[in-house]
């Protein structure tokens, strides 16, 4: 049996199984050298911190724990006086200021991005959130903890919650909202992590550890690079210096959120590389791929687009739908996911880059920015109001939902 070396912070003398679910590692080895044995051993890795913590919740309580958890984040770790070895070395390692973080530049050089914001909110839907579910891995967290196909809605309005907040000038700073929402949604990942490896039904011969590093590297590829893609295919483009913003956001969220420098892209072109051989080697799409694809279809994008479609138009919402996500998939992800063909994404394909050069020059008008933007704001507070209203969540993240559905390990239920 093949076999991978782990990271250093593993024994020397324990190797590891590829996973078996994997396909083309070889072809990854001929192509990317010795980053495809960091990105192979990275799937035995989850978090070391924040899993060191959970292991304490049993002792602590749940909610003692995440109170903890809260109170470190709004006031720092020397407020919390009888916190646990793993919440302080957890915190020594958030409260570290990493050298190549500027957040004063990327709130200057993010300014104005919120002017594209109808388009962005249709991006994240279409691009980033589906360009995850054609990996049967990566995407098997969310079919044992029922979070998406039973409530598509409810999780999209947590992850734009957590985006918006983020995205906010002062929003990557020490105690802001966002800070706190991005340690939060890293413990709620080592709760699941911890949870699944308990039950019978996660393979771990096929899928490694849940969210482990090399799936949670690849997130940030699915809120950077694909996203920043996918607007200039649909004539949206950010200027130059709003994607070198939005990188560096990015690089500083997955500090955050626990990923290993050895998987923790600079700039685009290392989300480039990460994107080409987690695509290459991704094991196969099952059905639980498509019935994701479809959930987020039927509950959340064609209402989106019948909003924003004339109302003779709204019944062509699906189709619109359909032509989006090939557009930013491909045509071979797209047909592994059953999602219809339709003429109408060569008609998007060939009128983005028109609309990419007009918004282009539009954009070099700064005298539009201001007001475009604050427009775009408007459109974002009263999307997340509507959403909230329609899908009757009142919650931010997933670990302060209602119980009384289905089980969450993040609930302590």
Known sequence: MVTEQLPDNHSADVVAPIPSSLRRVEEARGRYGSFTDDYLAAMWVGDPL?????????????????????????????????????????????????DWLDTTAIDRDSQYTSRYSLASGIVLGAASLVSGYANSAASRPLELTGRYVENAGARTIEVGSWLIAVNKPG??????????????????????????????????????????????????????????????????????????????????????????TALLPRDALEQERLEEI??????????????????????????????????????????????????????????????????LTAVLARSGPVLTWINHRRDLRTSSLPRRTQKGKEYEQEQER????????????VDTSPGGGRPHPARGD
């Open 50 to 98: 924040a899993d060191a913590f959970v292991a304490d919740f049993p002792a602590l309580g749940h909610g003692r724990a995440m109170r903890m958890l809260r109170t470190a984040c709004q006031e720092g770790i020397a407020a919390v006086p009888d916190a646990p070895t793993s919440l302080r070395a957890l915190f020594a390692q958030l409260d570290e200021i990493p």
């Open 171 to 260: 929003g990557l700073e020490r105690h802001s909202d966002g800070f706190e929402l991005t340690v939060r949604v890293r413990i709620i990942h080592a709760l699941v992590r911890a949870s699944l490896l308990e039950r019978p039904d996660w393979d771990t011969d096929a899928w490694g550890v849940p969210i482990c590093q090399a799936y949670l590297g690849y997130t940030l590829v699915e809120f950077t690079l694909i996203p920043l893609r996918a607007m200039r295919q649909v004539g949206a483009p950010y200027l130059p210096h709003e994607e070198r913003a939005a990188y560096a956001r990015w690089r500083y969220l997955g500090h955050l959120l626990g990923i290993d």
């Open 278 to 343: 987690y695509l290459l080697t991704r094991p196969v799409v099952d059905d639980y791929c498509r019935s994701l694809v479809a959930s987020i279809n039927r509950e959340f994008l064609v209402p989106e687009i019948q909003g924003v479609l004339p109302r003779r138009l709204a019944g062509q919402a699906p189709r619109v739908v359909h032509a989006l996500e090939r557009l930013f998939l491909g045509d071979e992800i797209a047909d592994e996911l059953e999602i219809p063909r339709t003429r």
């Open 386 to 397: 509507r959403l909230r209203r329609d899908w009757g969540v009142e919650h931010d993240l």
